[in-house]
């Protein structure tokens, strides 16, 4: 290797060529001030810019020049599409998502802060504490010691999936359609984590903490604190997980441990886990209360005020499904196998349906069961197109108690929960 490859080569070059070496300078702990790359200085930066900067000494931290952007803060991912840089959010296309199992380079990264630089698996520590009679402060190697080590394909979706579609427009990332996946996550179900420490009667609520840093860099400030209820958390697919797709977690999933709470909104996931707090009244952490993850109790018109007391928490997400293949505005022959995924909250889905007349008329799909609780389902049916042209495939999926995605949803203040019909274009040639 070169004695300094970051003074003879751009980041690209020196990702392909020494990804080991660029991921411990660029990416591990580092000396410099502002820290947005730990381990590279104004002079190092500069030098791979090729330029000077002038304003360096403003630069917030945790921002990485937007000229890195694209190949550089999606180390280890396939395909996204970057929406933020400051905290990284990035989304995956639709026909990015056709496995089965989401592989880790394609699942998307949600953010709500700075990721911790101290990310290790051998110092790491979870404490478990609130109303409990016996807290505790538990190791990664704790937990694969002393519980159940499970392997379980888990349904992670934002609760703003979707929000690009609302109009007038909710403010927040800009996510479509990509911010779901279904990884094979390893690690031990929360609810012999809890049951060990055993919660005092009366317990109603989950409190998490990460050692994700506020964008402010506060220390006293937390970017976001979710939880849930008992009831959930003591479900068996609720896992604190420290591996997916047999490999460790990718740094912005939460390496190395985080909780996966498969069905509700991915914010109750907690990634860079520390500490699970039981309480006896609803967890008020950042991003629990006002209008964050909350929705109307009641429909209201595109662009009214709500008061914030008529908002509710999310819990399950809704029915959902997502067209994998083919490609959105591809071209086909008359004969195409059309193929997805869906998915309910808690609940089974029980039929996909595909249509290619604009609605007039609906075709049932070949639907599999989940892999397990928790999953999405994989579905598929081969399409006979009449004739060349232009066509649109629409996608609608009815779960267990009878839910239909709509064609589209009524509008909320923060654009969540957008599972209208997915339709793509299709040009049969």
């Given at each position: ?7 003879t ?60 952007a694209?190949e ?22 639709a ?47 704790d ?6 080590v499970?392997t ?21 990332n ?42 402010s ?21 609720v ?31 907690q ?68 193929r ?46 009449p004739?060349?042209g ?40």
């Open positions: 290797m070169p004695r300094n490859p970051r003074r080569q751009g980041l690209h070059a020196f990702f392909a060529a020494y990804p080991d070496e660029a991921h411990r300078q660029f990416f591990k702990p580092g000396l410099n001030r502002r820290g947005f790359f730990a381990g590279a200085g104004l002079a190092t930066v500069s030098g791979l810019l090729g330029l000077t900067i002038p304003y360096y000494a403003h630069m917030p931290r945790g921002l990485v020049p937007a000229a890195f694209d550089d803060l999606l180390v280890g991912k396939d395909g996204l599409v970057l929406l933020n840089d400051r905290p990284i959010n990035a989304e995956t296309p026909h990015l998502l056709d496995d089965a199992v989401t592989p880790t380079s394609r699942h998307f990264i949600r953010n709500n802060g700075i990721p911790p630089e101290e990310a290790g698996a051998g110092n790491w520590t979870l404490r478990v504490d609130g109303l409990v009679a016996n807290p505790m402060t538990l190791t990664i190697s937990l694969q010691q002393e519980f159940e499970v379980m394909a888990l349904t992670v979706e934002c609760g703003g999936n979707g929000r690009a579609f609302f109009n007038p427009p909710a403010r927040g800009q996510w479509t359609l990509g911010a779901v996946a279904c990884s094979a996550w390893t690690g031990v179900r929360l609810a012999d984590v809890l049951r060990k420490a055993a919660p005092a009667p009366g317990i109603v609520y989950t409190a998490h903490y990460g050692a994700d840093t506020h964008l860099g506060d220390p006293d400030r937390l970017p976001i604190s979710r939880g849930v209820p008992i009831a959930k958390a003591l479900t068996d697919n896992l604190v997980a420290f591996a997916m797709n047999g490999s460790s977690l990718h740094r912005q999933n939460g390496a190395p441990l985080r909780l996966v709470v498969p069905g509700w909104p991915g914010s109750c996931s990634k860079w886990l520390t500490r699970i707090e039981l309480r006896d009244q609803v967890h008020d952490g950042p991003k629990m209360t006002g209008t964050s993850y909350r929705v109307p109790r009641y429909p209201v018109a595109p662009g009214d005020e709500v008061p914030k007391e008529d908002f509710e928490i999310i819990e399950r997400m809704p029915v959902k499904s997502l067209v994998t293949f083919p490609k959105h505005d591809s071209h086909a022959g008359r004969s195409v196998e059309v997805g995924h869906a998915w309910s909250g808690d609940r089974l889905v029980e039929t996909v349906d595909l249509s290619v007349d604009f609605g007039a008329s609906w075709m049932p799909v070949e639907l599999d069961p989940p892999i397990n609780p928790g999953a999405w389902q994989n579905w598929r049916r081969t399409v006979e197109f004739e060349a232009y066509y649109e495939v629409w996608a609608r999926a009815t779960d267990s108690a009878g839910d239909m995605q709509p064609f589209g949803i009524d509008w909320n203040p923060k654009g969540y929960l957008n599972n209208s019909m997915h339709r793509v274009a299709l040009r049969v040639t």
